[in-house]
């Protein structure tokens, strides 16, 4: 059996190892130490709660259950960002499709045919969870990464506050390194244009 | 504040050196920097874990496939009905121990069971009985003879008042989706 405290201290190689021998402390340990991480990634990158909550849920299961395709030699932390933000990003882009068949349907090249085929969306109410989305993702800089384009949304997010070597978040994009460089740096200074007004 | 690459990245807890940001004086940028390392991590909900893993499946663990392994040869040679023979004679052996005492000592059994229902278990109920009583007239005397004034009256209102309103907002705080701060 093995001890709380040496899964605590074990690398993520040594658990996922446990986890194989089907030690179920060893999946609870991963969920701990990724859980949070994982999860404000793909919040920060959907913000929507419960959005980013059901793409968490399903990164983990995707991983948890192709434990036995891990390999070693690579950093797990690596394994487990690709899918959540292959899962972030490809809600993206369902987002952005679903947004423009709201603006009127595909075959509509006339003001009356856009508005012939766009939904009408009522007034929706603000409900609780409305309410502390504005609040956790309501200060400005967190306003600014969300405008960022979600490509430097994700590669700020994992350098800056996941603390990720550049050729690791290039491994987890599939990105050429000098791109990922040129990519922080732009969203930087794009951060950096959106904050300077607040702090004159 | 600290900085960057003193503070612990992700969860913190990642057990491999270069989880920790260890950014270049070239990146030094104090505004960005101060405002990024202020971002609170988020948390999903409550039983986020436990949702999770009724979703997973877990290999079964090494005694459970040893042992199923040991069932299946002795299945697979025939020797499972010599185990369960064995196994049924040897789960004889402690009954008829048992019952071979109780035939030695049957009157002596015979005596204890009935001093137990005939003396101890009422006597035991008729204390406890007594006791309840008592300490039941005793508050109802102190209550009896307590007299509030007017300001101690309001004082427990205003009490009972101010836990019914902090229990209220207990129940309606734990029904809220989790957030978790650094």
């Known amino acids: 059996m093995t001890a709380g405290s040496e899964l605590q201290t074990a690398t993520d190689q040594e658990v996922v190892a446990w986890a194989h021998e089907g030690v179920e402390a060893a999946y609870r340990e991963l969920l701990r130490r990724y859980e949070r991480p994982v999860y404000s990634l793909i919040y920060r990158m959907v913000r929507d709660r419960e959005l980013a909550e059901d793409l968490t849920q399903e990164t983990f299961v995707k991983v948890l259950n192709a434990l036995d395709r891990y390999r070693p030699e690579f950093k797990f932390s690596s394994w487990i960002f690709k899918i959540a933000n292959n899962a972030a990003i490809d809600q993206l882009r369902r987002k952005e499709l679903d947004t423009l068949s709201l603006e009127g349907g595909p075959d509509a090249t006339t003001p009356d045919r856009v508005e012939a085929t766009s939904l009408q969306v009522g007034d929706v109410s603000e409900s609780p969870l409305d309410e502390l989305e504005a609040r956790e993702l309501g200060s400005a800089i967190e306003r600014a990464i969300g405008q960022l384009r979600p490509e430097y949304r994700a590669c700020i997010i994992m350098r800056h506050v996941e603390g990720r070597a550049y050729d690791e978040i290039a491994q987890i994009l599939d990105l050429p390194l000098g791109t990922v460089k040129t990519y922080i740096h732009r969203a930087r200074a794009e951060l950096r244009d959106a904050l300077g007004p607040l702090r004159e | ?182």
Do not use: Y
């Not at chain 2, 960057?4 to 270069?18: F, K, L, R």
């Not at chain 2, 459970?64 to 040869?73: C, F, G, P, Y």
């Not at chain 2, 109802?140 to 009972?160: K, N, R, V």
């Open chain 2, 1 to 182: 504040m600290k900085p960057i690459d003193s503070v612990a990245v992700g969860n913190g807890e990642m057990n491999e050196p270069n989880d920790r940001a260890s950014l270049t004086p070239a990146e030094e940028d104090p505004v960005i920097h101060r405002e990024l390392a202020a971002l609170s991590p988020f948390a999903p909900t409550v039983l986020f874990e436990e949702r999770v893993l009724t979703r997973v499946w877990r290999p079964e663990p090494e005694w459970a496939r040893n042992l199923r392994s040991a069932v299946r040869e002795l299945r697979d040679t025939g020797r499972i009905w010599l185990v369960l023979g064995a196994l049924a004679l040897g789960s004889l052996i402690p009954a008829a121990v048992l019952a071979g005492l109780g035939a030695a000592f049957a009157s002596e059994i015979g005596v204890g069971v009935s001093w137990l229902f005939e003396q101890g278990l009422p006597t035991a109920a008729t204390a406890a009985g007594r006791d309840l009583a008592a300490a039941w007239s005793q508050i109802e005397t102190q209550i009896g003879t307590t007299q509030l004034s007017g300001g101690e009256f309001t004082a427990l209102g205003a009490g009972s008042a101010i836990l019914l309103a902090g229990c209220a907002i207990g129940l309606v705080r734990a029904m809220r989706p989790s957030m978790v701060r650094r």
